[in-house]
């Protein structure tokens, strides 16, 4: 599950804690393309353009963590 909050030009989002294995890390995903990769179960998305509509989704491999 994906948790936000809508700020004039950012969106923080955060998920639910899964223990990552050493080598992996949580995709994040802006309009369907990767903007970064983390290993912290936050993100904040700057910059964004007010009354927009974003695709967001947190990835780990394959699996969605949150969309």
């Not at 989002?13 to 992996?24: G, R």
């Not at 949580?26 to 998305?45: C, H, M, P, Q, R």
């Not at 700057?46 to 974003?54: E, R």
């Amino acid at each position: 599950m994906l948790n936000y909050v809508i700020f004039d030009n950012q969106i923080k989002v955060w998920w639910d804690y899964i223990k990552l294995e050493k080598d992996k890390v949580y995709s994040v995903f802006l309009d369907g393309k990767k903007i970064d990769e983390i290993k912290a179960t936050n993100f904040s998305f700057k910059n964004l353009k007010p009354n927009t509509s974003y695709e967001i989704a947190i990835q780990i491999g394959d699996a969605i963590v949150g969309k």
